[in-house]
């Protein structure tokens, strides 16, 4: 029997209906499911946002999480978002630990790890494979590279054995897109990581056959061909800008940090208007949005954005590199061309009509539990 205030969470990073439509999962039709159905992700499509948004049911604009980058113009430098002190709103494990529930975090990134949660909560287990605890290890064996196909499975897996043997009242498991990165979703590789998911999705369901369980993702993929760079773009004509890739992390690996949205802080002020307006007569972006106009649109916190927001055509990536320099082969995001993602429930009753955004599912269990 389904227990209603048990839930399960799996976000997988980079998945989209391409991914999807190649494979198709026999999760989704291994038990009867309430839905399946598209739904948006946050924008900027990237991996931090979109996670904090999964499990708090906010927008960025309350969440605080507006980019995988924080700048201080002033300051002239960032940091990476990677640790839960820059997260502005309870989250669904501050809210479980408020009410004494169990809740386990399982993520493929230990990025993820350090930024969804504060280690100081109780009745709490959290873990990544990127970084695995000698408890983990001890359990499970080694933990494989998260630059592998069998990361997300792993994740995945262990998380299965761990909410089977500890029964907590939430658990939350978030993948890497690293294979997204890097194959097509038609490609063999991509078939094999995308049967080891859906193998170990399945073997969770049959652990824990008493879970409502989503699986959605945080953004999907695009292949990228052209590179713009904003400072260049502006230099031309003597303005000085800092534009900063929204998905800068420290996974270079995975995007070269090319992605199709960038943050950009002007130097001088009174350069906005006209930089605005350079911007949108450059061949491959799409839109350009000031700071109110970006906050209004995508529901974004002003302290946490650039001056101007700028949008790529969906093959077109930003960042400082020559265009000679981007990967032939690059997969990115963060345009709004990733932002729609799959969504599927199971074992849940809510009608499928309450899920518009990955974030729904945030705000139906906060209210379910």
Same mark, same amino acid.
């Given at each position: 029997?389904?227990?209603?205030?048990?839930?399960?969470?799996?976000?997988?990073?980079?998945?989209?209906?391409?991914?999807?439509?190649?494979?198709?999962?026999?999760?989704?039709?291994?038990?009867?499911?309430?839905?399946?159905?598209?739904?948006?992700?946050?924008?900027?499509?990237?991996?931090?946002?979109?996670? *904090?948004?999964?499990?708090? /049911?906010?927008? $960025? &604009?309350?969440?605080? %999480?507006?980019? #995988?980058?924080?700048?201080?113009? @002033?300051?002239?430098?960032?940091?990476?978002?990677?640790?839960?002190?820059?997260?502005?709103?309870?989250?669904?494990?501050?809210?479980?630990?408020?009410?004494?529930?169990?809740?386990?975090?399982?993520?493929?990134?230990?990025?993820?790890?350090?930024?969804?949660?504060?280690?100081?909560?109780?009745?709490?287990?959290?873990?990544?494979?990127?970084?695995?605890?000698?408890? *983990?290890?001890?359990?499970? /064996?080694?933990? $494989? &590279?998260?630059?592998? %196909?069998?990361? #997300?499975?792993?994740?995945?897996? @262990?998380?299965?054995?761990l909410i089977y043997e500890k029964s907590p009242d939430?658990?939350?498991?978030?993948?890497?897109?690293?294979?997204?990165?890097?194959?097509?979703?038609?490609?063999?590789?991509?078939?094999?990581?995308?049967?080891?998911?859906?193998?170990?999705?399945?073997?969770?369901?049959?652990?824990?056959?008493?879970?409502?369980?989503?699986?959605?993702?945080?953004?999907?993929?695009?292949?990228?061909?052209?590179?713009?760079?904003?400072?260049?773009?502006?230099?031309?004509?003597?303005?000085q800008s800092d534009a900063i890739p929204i998905i800068?992390?420290?996974?270079?690996?995975?995007?070269?940090?090319?992605?199709?949205?960038?943050?950009?802080?002007?130097?001088?002020?009174?350069?906005?208007?006209?930089?605005?307006?350079?911007?949108?007569?450059?061949?491959?972006?799409?839109?350009?949005?000031?700071?109110?106009?970006?906050?209004?649109?995508?529901?974004?916190?002003?302290?946490?954005?650039?001056?101007?927001?700028?949008?790529?055509?969906?093959?077109?990536?930003?960042?400082?590199?020559?265009?000679?320099?981007?990967?032939?082969?690059?997969?990115?995001?963060?345009?709004?061309?990733?932002?729609?993602?799959?969504?599927?429930?199971?074992?849940?009753?809510?009608?499928?009509?309450?899920?518009?955004?990955?974030?729904?599912?945030?705000?139906?269990?906060?209210?379910?539990?």
């Amino acid at each position: 029997m389904v227990n209603m205030n048990k839930f399960i969470v799996i976000c997988i990073d980079g998945w989209d209906y391409e991914y999807l439509n190649h494979h198709k999962m026999e999760f989704i039709s291994l038990k009867k499911r309430s839905f399946e159905k598209p739904v948006k992700s946050m924008m900027p499509s990237v991996t931090n946002v979109n996670n *904090l948004s999964i499990i708090s /049911g906010f927008y $960025p &604009s309350k969440h605080g %999480i507006c980019s #995988n980058y924080k700048y201080s113009k @002033t300051l002239k430098q960032g940091t990476y978002l990677e640790d839960n002190r820059f997260v502005m709103s309870e989250t669904l494990f501050n809210i479980c630990n408020e009410k004494n529930l169990t809740s386990i975090l399982a993520t493929s990134k230990n990025k993820l790890k350090t930024l969804l949660i504060n280690n100081n909560l109780n009745n709490n287990l959290s873990y990544s494979t990127e970084n695995p605890s000698e408890f *983990l290890i001890r359990r499970f /064996g080694e933990a $494989p &590279s998260i630059y592998t %196909i069998k990361a #997300n499975s792993w994740t995945i897996s @262990t998380a299965s054995m761990l909410i089977y043997e500890k029964s907590p009242d939430f658990a939350y498991i978030s993948l890497t897109d690293y294979p997204m990165h890097k194959f097509k979703p038609e490609s063999i590789h991509s078939l094999e990581h995308l049967k080891l998911i859906d193998e170990s999705i399945c073997e969770l369901i049959n652990k824990n056959p008493d879970y409502q369980i989503f699986i959605t993702a945080d953004h999907g993929m695009s292949d990228k061909t052209k590179l713009i760079n904003i400072e260049n773009e502006l230099s031309k004509y003597n303005i000085q800008s800092d534009a900063i890739p929204i998905i800068k992390d420290k996974h270079e690996i995975h995007h070269s940090n090319l992605g199709g949205s960038i943050y950009v802080y002007i130097n001088d002020l009174s350069d906005i208007n006209e930089s605005k307006k350079i911007l949108k007569n450059v061949n491959g972006i799409e839109d350009v949005f000031n700071k109110s106009e970006a906050c209004q649109k995508f529901n974004l916190n002003s302290h946490r954005i650039g001056d101007l927001m700028v949008l790529g055509q969906k093959d077109v990536v930003f960042g400082h590199s020559d265009i000679s320099l981007i990967p032939n082969d690059l997969r990115s995001h963060a345009s709004s061309y990733e932002t729609k993602i799959p969504l599927i429930g199971i074992n849940t009753t809510k009608n499928l009509d309450y899920f518009i955004e990955n974030r729904s599912i945030g705000n139906y269990i906060i209210d379910s539990i």
